[in-house]
T-cell receptor
Framework: DAGVIQSPRHEVTEMGQEVTLRCKPI?????LFWYRQTMMRGLELLIY????????DSGMPEDRFSAKMPNASFSTLKIQPSEPRDSAVYFC?????????FGEGSWLTVV | AQSVAQPEDQVNVAEGNPLTVKCTYS??????LFWYVQYPNRGLQFLLK??????LVKGSYGFEAEFNKSQTSFHLKKPSALVSDSALYFC?????????????FGTGTQLKVEL
């Protein structure tokens, strides 16, 4: 299996622009997670889905962030409008059972 | 609430020597415990997990970890360190419920293995 696939791997955008991060989970996995990693706050769970349904979005920092999972093989995390403090690495992860498998991350820089 | 503490920001060890990366946890109930490794500019890679059963679990790349319920610890160990083991290591805990496996991560420990 190819693992969890994320795109883009790197993005530099200007403040105020919309950013869309994409994720393809491992086939057959029923849970999908979005994490954010920063030096200051470490790894934070933003939101997770079960069978395409959002279960817990309490980690989403504010209304500028939204996530969708229209089908079992695709999810997006959108930031609109983006701000410099959103600069971070965003990880998508998926699981079937106990072990969660992570993608390589989307490295976002907002200038 | 669940939490994980990794008391050392960095661990230095000479190649060939044994290594230990410490982790303690706090959770109400029976924990599920995990170790992940992150190489520079990469995602997190699963190393090993404790769910139930034998307190000593073996994982990838020769790593192992021991679950100690009385000390609420899950330290990562390797008998002989390699320079290629140098990376950032994360301990994580969860309570697997019908609502899914929400992992709470520690702050990470940078392992540096020197020749």
């Amino acid at each position: 299996d190819a693992g969890v696939i994320q795109s883009p791997r790197h993005e530099v955008t200007e403040m105020g622009q919309e950013v869309t991060l994409r994720c393809k989970p491992i086939s057959g996995h029923d849970y999908l997670f979005w994490y954010r990693q920063t030096m200051m706050r470490g790894l934070e769970l933003l939101i997770y889905f079960n069978n395409n349904v959002p279960i817990d979005d309490s980690g989403m920092p504010e209304d500028r962030f939204s996530a969708k999972m229209p089908n079992a093989s695709f999810s997006t995390l959108k930031i609109q409008p983006s701000e410099p403090r959103d600069s971070a690495v965003y990880f998508c992860a998926s699981s079937f059972g106990h072990t969660i498998y992570f993608g390589e991350g989307s490295w976002l820089t907002v200038v | 609430a669940q939490s994980v503490a990794q008391p050392e920001d960095q661990v230095n060890v000479a190649e060939g020597n044994p290594l230990t990366v410490k982790c303690t946890y706090s959770v109400s109930g029976n924990p599920y415990l995990f170790w992940y490794v992150q190489y520079p500019n990469r995602g997190l890679q699963f190393l090993l997990k404790y769910i139930t059963g034998d307190n000593l679990v073996k994982g990838s790349y020769g790593f192992e970890a021991e679950f100690n319920k009385s000390q609420t610890s899950f330290h990562l160990k390797k008998p002989s360190a390699l320079v290629s083991d140098s990376a950032l290591y994360f301990c994580a805990v969860s309570l697997f419920t019908g609502g899914g496996n929400k992992l709470t991560f520690g702050t990470g420990t940078q392992l540096k293995v020197e020749l």
